[in-house]
C-alpha cells in the first residue's frame, strides 16, 4: 500500500458540499450595508468596489427571493448616494 492510498478516502469526506448559511448571509450583508449607509463618502475604491458588487450581488441569492431583492436595491442605492458625494 501506498502512503498516499491511506489519506484518499479522508480526502473524499472533505469534499461534501455544503450550503452557506441564510443567517450568516444575512448579517454579513447587513454589516456591509451598515457600513455604506453609515459613511459619508465611498469607503471602497477601484477593483474593492466592483468585487464588493459582485460578492453583495452574489451573496444575496443564499437569501429567499423577496430579501434577496430588498437587500441588492438597499445596497445599489447606498453606492448610488455615495457616488453622487463624490
Not at 12 to 19: E, H, T
Not at 28 to 43: D, I, K
Not at 65 to 81: G, P
Request: aromatic fraction near 6%; glycine fraction near 2%.
Amino acid at each position: 500500500m501506498r502512503q498516499i492510498d491511506l489519506f484518499s478516502a479522508a480526502r473524499v469526506k472533505l469534499r461534501v458540499p455544503q450550503s452557506p448559511d441564510p443567517d450568516a448571509v444575512r448579517e454579513r450583508l447587513n454589516e456591509v450595508l451598515q457600513q455604506l449607509r453609515s459613511a459619508e463618502s465611498m469607503p471602497w475604491e477601484g477593483s474593492k468596489l466592483r468585487s464588493w458588487q459582485h460578492v453583495f450581488h452574489n451573496m444575496a441569492n443564499w437569501l429567499p427571493a423577496e430579501e434577496r431583492d430588498r437587500l441588492r436595491q438597499e445596497f445599489s442605492r447606498e453606492i448610488e448616494r455615495l457616488q453622487q458625494q463624490a
